[in-house]
């Protein structure tokens, strides 16, 4: 079962994006969740990531102070907007759920990778 992301589009530098991750079959209701990203030639990169009930966050050091990722669990849906985006942001974005209690910023770390969503961003 697949945790997909949402969301994605193009704008221009400066704009923003609200991302959506949906957990359709609440495999990730116990799980951290991160978010994580891939461009064309690149390794797949983490973003973001939150803890199974939201009180913890983390970020990698590009994103900091532009992006915050937050959860809805009755929605079972976890968020990452985007503010100040720039084009080194353009990348398909993925979700998937954390294997243990820790979050990490590993991808051998998280499970259930469903399709993701294009993000692209213009000068």
């Known amino acids: 079962v697949q945790l997909q992301a949402y969301g994605g589009g193009s704008v221009q530098a400066g704009g923003y994006l609200r991302l959506s991750c949906v957990d359709g079959?609440?495999?990730?209701?116990?799980?951290?969740v991160g978010w994580f990203r891939q461009a064309p030639g690149k390794e797949r990169e983490f973003v973001a990531g939150?803890?199974?009930?939201?009180?913890?966050?983390l970020y990698t050091d590009s994103v900091k102070g532009r992006f915050i990722v937050s959860r809805d669990r009755s929605a079972n849906t976890v968020y990452l907007q985007m503010n100040n985006l720039k084009p080194e942001d353009t990348a398909v974005y993925y979700c998937?759920?954390?294997?243990?209690?820790?979050?990490?910023?590993?991808?051998?770390?998280?499970?259930?990778w469903g399709q993701g969503t294009q993000v692209t961003v213009s000068s």
């Open positions: 998937a759920a954390g294997l243990g209690g820790r979050l990490t910023a590993q991808p051998a770390d998280y499970r259930s």
């Open positions: 079959r609440r495999t990730a209701s116990n799980n951290g």
């Open positions: 939150i803890s199974w009930n939201g009180g913890s966050t």
